[in-house]
């Protein structure tokens, strides 16, 4: 194991050991399925169940597990052993076809919202053949989709497979309208890039915050931040290199394709990109991402911190989910072709795209909700709440000359009958530069911008997919009962152009003008928070489009409503009450005694000499009993808050009393313990001050 080519991919049972280790036949079937979505007998699945399990026994696997991706955000795994009982007492390694396809978890300990009645408390999970099996630790993992018995969907990845079905079959209806009469399958692409913040274990156990929340609860500003901004792409330093260089090891032994490494905007801030790929795959290895992070952290005395806003005053961390569609023969939908009828068809697609995020804004922003994310967006230094689209001077102007019939200057070329000139190629500097925006076109794919660090990219993908899918379907519907093509093509063009530009904004999205002006003038949504979006998604026209296509079952809507809002109660919940603990047993002691030793300490001094002042000593007294004062109040007021939540009649009531009491109190209760600790001495603070952890990591 020397060279990175050498154990690439060593932990996966990939396309180069299945063509090694299965017959020519049962490869060729297994292949149908992987790449057509042929459904696979249970012949074929026994012979790769052999084949997979001894491949994993001699690379040191012991046991399998059907890997899998429940609604908690996080993945699951039971693990089973291969161990099967010889009449002569011995044991032998078995795994069947059937055990491969299929396994039975006990589906009661996952959230499901409602889904899974008592009648069927066993969900099953289902091998997804599209995403290889990989060995984590001494265990087979197999990706599997997690269903109840109803059928419903108890996961992410089952609507994300669907959501790429769909999106396939309306795109091929496209090409098969633009004479591609040759692809087979058109896929959706992703490249996550992922951020997190490293800081020593010794600092994280020493905060009940972190370890209880993910997230700092208190904590004063330091004397230096990012505002120096000589973080951003600086050297990493050794400690930071180290982690980073067995992170790529682990990752690339998965066959995960980590690319890209750099620290981000914030002191202990940084970010990792892998080359993109299949979105389901992409999926599955941004979640093992997650888990190798936190994982090899841990082996390097640190902690990885994948909460989207783990600290005030510095940038909190993202997911940018850059997306693309190709077809299997691998032309990319979203990137301007060399020919006028390419064009044509690029322009169709990046219509499809604009026409989709403004119909499914709510779905956009509601697939990137949760308590954590709540805190970046609109806050300046993520993209806005409010979802629009950057396209860049160049495309938007090809696009101002089409809706106005005038002609595009940007090349001297032929003119085509659709009233555009032969498109330039969008080189990425002259598109990427808007920083701002929730979600960029960059050449060739987009940029949706808005996920959190720690969300599964499953939700956001599902829903681009799904409305993607719903646009495409619609333009498919007219122009196959359209006499002129071309002149249907050009009216659908220009309508689309006329009816949704307003969500095309390519200026700063930082900026309040716009967040008026979208929201008042060009009447887009404006979700602030999980509690304002989340009930959006059982929306007649969401419920329409989303069941429609398939992708999701209205009860299995309802379902995700549900949790989503409880997982933000939840999370607010767990952290107001993480807070209240700290005041209480470490924040407000510390305090009293560090003004009792104060006011000790001048009542000593006066003592010796009576005309001593000792200001520093009562003034601070006095200053820390009023902040004192001020917590107590606050803490109680917050406590009695909390027992309204007990009241609510439903999760929606709940999560509205979250939004407008419980996270208003906890802000105005962390501004005097804050203040506190800037008067405090360093030796009584019961805890490492925001100085001390965002440069902890040498
Ligand atoms: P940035 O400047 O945002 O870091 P990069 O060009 O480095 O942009 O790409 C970021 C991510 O986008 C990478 O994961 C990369 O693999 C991915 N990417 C590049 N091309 C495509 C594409 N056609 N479809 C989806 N993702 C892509
Ligand atoms: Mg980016």
Same mark, same amino acid.
């Given at each position: 194991m020397s060279t990175v080519s050498d154990y690439f991919g060593c932990n996966v049972f990939d396309d180069r050991v299945m063509r090694a280790t299965l017959s020519a036949d049962i490869y060729a079937s297994l292949r149908k399925t992987i790449d057509e979505g042929k459904e696979l007998d249970i012949g074929v699945a026994n012979a790769v169940a052999e084949a997979m399990k001894n491949w994993a026994v001699s690379n040191g696997a012991t046991h399998y597990t059907h890997w899998f991706q429940p609604l908690t955000g996080v993945t699951a795994e039971k693990h089973d052993?291969?161990?099967?009982?010889?009449?002569?007492?011995?044991?032998?390694?078995? /795994?069947?076809?059937?055990?491969? &396809?299929?396994?039975?978890?006990?589906?009661?300990?996952?959230?499901?919202?409602?889904?899974?009645?008592? /009648?069927? %408390?066993?969900?099953?999970? %289902?091998?997804? +053949?599209?995403?290889?099996?990989?060995?984590?630790?001494?265990?087979?993992?197999?990706?599997t989709a997690f269903c109840s018995y109803g059928g419903h969907a108890l996961d992410k990845k089952t609507p994300l497979l669907r959501s790429m079905e769909v999106l396939s079959r309306q795109a091929l209806r496209i090409l098969r309208l633009f004479g591609n009469d040759t692809a087979k399958r058109v896929?959706?692409?992703?490249?996550?890039?992922?951020?997190? /913040?490293?800081?020593?274990?010794?600092? #994280?156990?020493?905060?009940? $915050?972190?370890?209880?929340?993910?997230?700092?609860?208190f904590g004063a500003?330091?004397?230096?931040?990012?505002?120096?901004?000589?973080?951003?792409?600086?050297?990493?330093?050794?400690?930071?290199?180290?982690?980073?260089? $067995?992170? =790529?090891?682990?990752?690339?032994?998965?066959?995960?394709? %980590?690319?890209?490494?750099?620290?981000?905007?914030?002191? %202990?801030?940084?970010?990792?990109? +892998? &080359?993109? *790929?299949? *979105? =389901?795959? !992409?999926?599955?290895?941004?979640?093992?991402?997650?888990?190798?992070?936190?994982?090899?952290?841990?082996k390097h005395g640190l902690v990885c911190l994948l909460h989207e806003k783990p600290f005030a005053w510095v940038n909190g961390s993202g997911k940018h989910n850059n997306w693309s569609i190709a077809t299997d023969e691998g032309q990319n939908l979203l990137s301007p072709g060399d020919t006028p009828y390419e064009n044509a068809q690029f322009l169709l697609f990046l219509c499809a795209v604009i026409k989709a995020v403004d119909d499914y804004q709510d779905l956009l922003r509601i697939s990137v909700a949760t308590a954590g994310n709540d805190h970046r967006l609109g806050a300046n230094e993520a993209p806005p709440a409010v979802i629009s689209i950057f396209l860049g001077d160049e495309l938007n102007a090809?696009?101002?000359?089409?809706? =106005?019939? *005038?002609?595009?200057?940007?090349?001297?070329?032929?003119?085509?009958?659709?009233?555009?000139?032969?498109?330039?190629?969008?080189?990425?500097?002259?598109?990427?530069? =808007?920083?701002?925006? +929730?979600? @960029?076109?960059?050449?060739?794919? /987009?940029?949706?911008?808005?996920?959190?660090?720690?969300?599964?990219? !499953?939700?956001?993908? &599902?829903?681009?997919?799904? @409305?993607?899918?719903?646009?495409?379907? &619609? #333009? !498919? $519907?007219?122009?196959?009962?359209?006499?002129?093509?071309?002149?249907?093509?050009?009216?659908?063009?220009k309508e689309t152009i006329k009816d949704h530009k307003r969500i095309i904004f390519n200026g700063n999205g930082y900026d309040d003008v716009w967040i008026t002006e979208a929201v008042e003038k060009r009447g887009l949504l404006n979700y602030r928070t999980t509690a304002d979006c989340m009930p959006h998604l059982l929306d007649e026209k969401n419920v329409n489009m989303l069941t429609s296509l398939g992708v999701f079952t209205v009860e299995e809507l309802r379902s995700r409503v549900d949790i989503m809002l409880e997982n933000y109660c939840k999370s607010v919940t767990i952290e107001a009450n993480t807070m209240i603990n700290m005041i209480h047993k470490r924040i407000a002691p510390a305090i009293t005694r560090f003004t009792a030793d104060l006011a000790k300490q001048a009542s000593e001094k006066k003592a010796l000499d009576p005309d001593l002042a000792c200001s520093y000593e009562t003034e601070l007294v006095q200053k820390l009993s009023v902040l004192t004062d001020a917590i107590v109040e606050k803490t109680d007021d917050l406590d009695d808050a909390m027992l309204a939540l007990q009241d609510a009649e439903d999760i929606i009531e709940e999560s509205e009393i979250i939004r407008d009491v419980i996270l208003p109190k906890m802000s105005e209760l962390r501004i005097p313990c804050d203040q506190a600790e800037l008067l *405090?001495?360093?030796?009584?603070?019961?805890f490492p001050t925001y100085g001390d952890i965002l440069f902890s990591v040498k």
């Open positions: 052993s291969f161990i099967s009982p010889s009449p002569d007492g011995s044991v032998i390694m078995e /795994f069947s076809g059937k055990e491969l &396809i299929k396994g039975e978890p006990d589906a009661s300990s996952f959230p499901s919202g409602g889904l899974r009645a008592t /009648f069927e %408390a066993r969900g099953y999970t %289902a091998w997804d +053949p599209t995403s290889y099996a990989f060995i984590k630790g001494k265990t087979l993992c197999i990706p896929v959706s692409s992703v490249g996550p890039e992922q951020e997190y /913040f490293l800081i020593t274990k010794e600092m #994280y156990d020493a905060r009940p $915050d972190l370890r209880f929340t993910g997230r700092t609860l500003k330091p004397p230096k931040g990012q505002e120096m901004d000589d973080h951003y792409f600086g050297v990493i330093k050794p400690g930071v290199a180290e982690f980073m260089e $067995d992170l =790529n090891k682990e990752l690339w032994k998965l066959g995960i394709l %980590a690319k890209t490494e750099h620290n981000e905007v914030a002191p %202990a801030q940084h970010e990792l990109a +892998p &080359i993109y *790929t299949t *979105t =389901n795959i !992409a999926t599955d290895h941004n979640q093992l991402t997650m888990e190798i992070m936190q994982k090899v952290a841990e090809v696009l101002e000359a089409i809706e =106005n019939d *005038t002609p595009y200057q940007g090349t001297k070329r032929t003119r085509m009958k659709l009233g555009v000139d032969v498109l330039p190629k969008f080189k990425k500097d002259t598109t990427d530069r =808007n920083r701002t925006s +929730p979600f @960029a076109f960059t050449g060739n794919k /987009f940029e949706f911008r808005m996920l959190g660090s720690s969300n599964s990219i !499953a939700c956001a993908n &599902i829903m681009l997919n799904s @409305a993607v899918a719903e646009s495409l379907r &619609i #333009y !498919a $519907d007219r122009l196959e009962q359209a006499d002129d093509f071309e002149a249907a093509l050009r009216d659908m063009i *405090t001495s360093k030796s009584y603070w019961p």
